[in-house]
């Protein structure tokens, strides 16, 4: 009888713990980046993660070919091929944790900072960004605005679309996960 009571016990407190857990397939990230002479947006709307709130945990994963952009698909073709290198590096990722001391048991608005790995084109760069996590109902959605520099990556513009290029990018993030 005491066996029973601790298997069904221990069956319980897994689940709450996964209670915390949340996970997404299509979170959007847009990139924007201002030279002299054009402004380049780009969007993904193939943003895939998790999120774990008991343990503050988060990793998130984004395929670098889903991108649309401003300017059409030549420059789609040249983010691609001359700068991301997607044949070589087909993915961003960020692997990072909540560093605030926040109780994520209730809903809720909650602005956090996150500190993590951020790799993109082959660098990993630790990071430090802030973020709201909003709890609502079984959601979590998080939001996130910060800016990247294409020299920190390994990614050099060439002399000849240097004022059409910028060397540095907003990356927002906007994500709604579900309990998994």
Do not use: C
């Amino acid at each position: 009888m005491k066996r029973n009571s601790l298997f069904i016990g221990l069956i319980l407190l897994s689940g709450l713990a996964n209670a915390q857990i949340y996970s997404g397939q299509k979170g959007v990230v847009k990139l924007i980046g201002e030279a002299p002479k054009e402004t380049i947006t780009a969007e993904s709307r193939t943003l895939i993660g998790k999120l774990d709130l008991a343990g503050k945990r988060f990793n998130i994963k984004q395929p670098m070919s889903t991108f649309s952009f401003s300017q059409g698909d030549l420059q789609k073709k040249h983010a691609e091929e001359n700068f991301w290198e997607v044949e070589k590096f087909p993915h961003a990722t960020f692997s990072g944790e909540i560093v605030n001391d926040t109780d994520f048991t209730k809903d809720g608005s909650y602005n956090v900072t996150v500190r993590g790995k951020f790799s993109l084109h082959g660098v990993d760069k630790e990071l430090k960004i802030p973020a709201l996590v909003v709890l609502e109902k079984g959601v979590a959605t998080v939001s996130t605005k910060f800016n990247i520099f294409l020299s920190d990556f390994n990614i050099k513009i060439p002399r000849l679309v240097m004022l059409k290029v910028a060397p540095e990018f907003v990356v927002d993030i906007n994500f709604k996960l579900t309990k998994s």
